[in-house]
């Protein structure tokens, strides 16, 4: 036995990127290599795991446009200390993959940077036995091998999840193991007919499993599991301390102002019409805790702070305002919300983003940073929502089978919550997905195979091919549509 776990550690170590992911994560995921000096576009955060939940943790990082993430993997979690003493002089904070980690970290080093790490939490639980009851076929009568977690948090993980037949032999050994003593007793479980699978909360030991011909799974973090962490480790930074502070500018302009006056039957009308903009706007910006001041016209200059105007907008995602605006005066607003290093530079990048948005054809915002980089188009109102989760096990399998994976699924249901737009042209999707137009043509291809899309339509362009329109046909029922 232990000459079959040492052959499977040293094989774990030797892996190259291409067995760790398949061609579509490789084509889409680039993580920074250790000898790689890239352009520092934000807050540098230090990512450090095994290379699956490194590059799920870099993936679900584009979402905070605040960081720039720099990884490093391991393929032992004996090497977090030193991975963790080279970033701490780059980074103002770092993330691990987990709790082990993060305890050698704390026990062996004196990092002058915060230090988190992604828990381990229900819904990773039950992701990891759902996918192993597909496994299996039940889980009924069976016993698996859990490592990780509690005897008591199991029991009720079970209880609520139906489960209760389920046997469990439960890693006794000592806390924050390391990867080879679990390894050890997951295969010597198996080995003895104990067990016919395993649960893990570590990558590498599901791998190593796997090697062994283990029937296994890896309870992985959730996107959302790992977006509270990143939210967590962004409010311990110092520059984010201290850009809460930072004065924002925004600028203000209300769409087709003239066509609106026009339309009025008299200037008692207008003065009135003209009060009530101002009055909207006074109390947006009031909740702001900012100061308001009109420029004359159909433009206005408001002051606010980077914090306050971060947590208003949901982290940069919509306007409230504008949804108010149109409801109670039908008109639409344009938005340009500079950041800068000093007043006059905020106020020049709130300019810029407010000619952006008015050359977008209005109803919308952009921000430009002290980089120069462009955040947008923010929603110009609040979006609607619906309820959307898939209970159906058979329409996940067929997901599944598609090749569609739980970050793309999640991403979709995302956007279509968000929206409740269910057609799209492939540009759209390439951008909602994140990847590229390529690799959205080749999955469009796979799904329409499996019937989960088809072509609703075409647009015509002024040159060359008309564009088709793709149709989400797997959620319509989900958001009750036909």
């Known amino acids: 036995m232990k000459n079959v776990l040492g052959m499977a ?110 828990p381990l939490t229900e819904t990773d639980f039950y992701r990891a036995l759902f996918r192993i009851q597909k496994k299996l076929g039940s889980l009924d009568n069976v016993a698996l091998s859990v490592d990780s977690i509690s005897k008591q948090t199991i029991k009720a993980l079970l209880k609520d999840a139906d489960a209760e037949r389920l046997s469990v032999l439960h890693y006794d050994g000592q806390a924050f193991a390391p990867v080879d003593q679990l390894i050890s007793f997951h295969a010597g479980q198996y080995e003895a007919g104990a067990s016919l699978g395993a649960l893990t909360a570590d990558p590498l030991v599901a791998a190593a499993l796997d090697r062994l011909g283990i029937p296994c799974e890896w309870a992985a973090p959730t996107d959302q599991n790992i977006t509270v962490t990143l939210e967590r480790a962004l409010l311990s930074t110092e520059t984010r301390q201290l850009k809460e502070a930072q004065i924002v500018v925004g600028m203000l302009n209300v769409d087709a102002f003239t066509r609106l006056i026009q339309n009025r039957s008299s200037e008692h009308d207008i003065q009135k019409f003209k009060l009530e903009i101002h009055r909207i706007l006074l109390d947006y910006v009031e909740s702001l805790d900012g100061y ?104 996940l399998k067929r997901t599944e089978d598609a090749g569609m994976t739980s970050g793309y699924l999640s991403r979709l249901l995302s956007h279509v919550a968000r929206t409740g737009s269910l057609e799209y042209k492939v540009h759209d999707l390439a951008a909602i997905l994140d990847i590229t137009i390529r690799s959205t043509h080749r999955l469009l291809l796979q799904w329409m195979d499996y019937g989960l899309i088809e072509i609703a339509g075409f647009e015509k362009v002024p040159k060359g091919r008309p564009r088709q329109i793709y149709r989400l046909t797997f959620l319509a029922e989900t958001i009750g549509r036909e």
């Open 292 to 395: 308001l001041t009109h420029l004359g016209a159909d433009e206005y200059l408001f002051f606010t702070t980077r914090g306050i105007f971060e947590r208003e907008t949901g982290g940069y995602k919509s306007i409230p305002l504008a949804k108010y605006a149109s409801s109670s005066l039908g008109l639409t607003l344009s938005m340009g919300i500079g950041f800068g290093r000093s007043a006059n530079e905020a106020g020049t990048h709130a300019r810029s983003a407010l000619r952006r948005s008015k050359e977008a054809g209005g109803n919308t915002c952009f921000i430009v940073r002290e980089d120069r980089t462009l955040i947008g188009p923010l929603e110009m109102a609040e979006p609607v929502e619906y309820d959307l989760s898939i209970t159906n096990g058979e329409l």
């Open 9 to 118: 550690l040293r094989r774990l170590r030797e892996l190259p990127f291409r067995d760790y992911c398949n061609e579509e994560e490789m084509e889409e995921i680039k993580l920074h290599s250790s000898n790689q000096k890239a352009p520092v576009k934000g807050i540098p955060i230090g990512v450090i795991g095994p290379r699956e939940t490194a590059r799920k943790i870099m993936r679900v990082l584009q979402a905070f446009p605040s960081f720039h993430g720099i990884a490093r993997e391991y393929a032992l979690e004996q090497e977090a200390p030193r991975l963790a003493a080279q970033l701490a002089s780059e980074v103002e904070v770092i993330v691990v993959s987990g709790p082990t980690p993060y305890r050698l970290i704390r026990e062996e080093t004196e990092l002058g940077v915060p230090v988190h790490f992604v």
